[in-house]
């Protein structure tokens, strides 16, 4: 473990992990592009890696401030989400029983839909009060997301844990969303944490990242590592460097993306343009007695709104707002507005009147006004 796990996370984060360079006293950390290393006079390498597939000092850096906000024993990255996703993916025993959400990221989802149609594994898709009588003897890997996408709802990470571990299974959640800010998904259970750095851990909207967080060392820890080497999709130094910086601003981010989407969520919850607000901060949220437990470092900055508008109508209020941008993606500084149901396609079982709102850090009145003015020119169709 690293001696950062002593200090608080914002400090980590402000300082990451080995703040001044020993070599030149450089306070923000060198970019060390290089590929390669050259050996000492002896022959040794003077690094624990010397090629840069296998790693670089930026990676380790960012790696080191990342393992020690998750309190967990390592971290890897790779070069986007979905990359460390299938790296993972490949250490699932042949014909071993995953159990996962119907509702949750569509990326992930659909990749486990596919390694189940080439019959690598066998799936259970569940809703999230389903997810422990979904778990039998076979499990071999619980792959859950809190707060759900894009529905929000909350999942009790200890209760998952423990039923994952009573069949011998290991629980994998995805807390891109809790930007590991609102909560320590390891220390309530979990064996393995996966963020898509792209989001939250980088907030910039300039880098495509992904990371695996480990509770304990193992055999299948070890299979990561050497899948990542070999597959090169390692986080190159560069954008190590860029999600290093943006780590260190991690905290101030999420707590005011947080505060941002309570004070939206309070004021448009009974909208009259608005079917329901989805947050987890919300009384009528599923899942909000766990989240106000589970979530003591912030409610986040993700949630949907269901509009008394069709699909075209809802499609419209994208395109009408003027602060935030009609995109995908989550998690940065700027606030972003999307229709799932575009982007997941016709068989996506998402309602036509979501969309997801990334909260960012904008002036609160200037979101809300831009959120209000939208909603004026939708059309209500009663629904
Ligand atoms: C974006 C995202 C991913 C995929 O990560 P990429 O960095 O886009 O590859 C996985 N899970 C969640 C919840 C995400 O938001």
Redesign the pocket.
Known sequence: MSKNHKLRPETIAAQSSRAVDPATGAVAPPLYLTTTYARDENYQPKLAENYQRNGSPNLWQVEETIAALEKGVGALAFS???AAVVAFCETIPQGAHVVSLSTM?Y??RSWFQQLESKGRITLTLVEPESLASAITAKTDLVWI?TPV?PTWDVIDISATASAAHKVGAILAV?A??LGAVACNPLALGTDVVFH?A??YLNGHTDV???VLVARESNARWAEVKRLRTIMGNTLPPFESWLLLRGLRTLHLRYVQSSKNAMAIARHFSLHPKLQQVLYPGLATQSGHAIAKLQMAGGFGGMMSFLLKADFAGSQKFCTRLNLFAPATS?GGVESLAEHRKTVEGPTSALPDNLVRLSIGIENINDLIEDLEQALAQVGSVLI
Request: with cysteine; proline share 0%.
């Open positions: 986007s989400g979905m990221y990326g992930v997301e996408n995805d891109t969303c898509s792209t989001k495509l990242a992904g989550l």
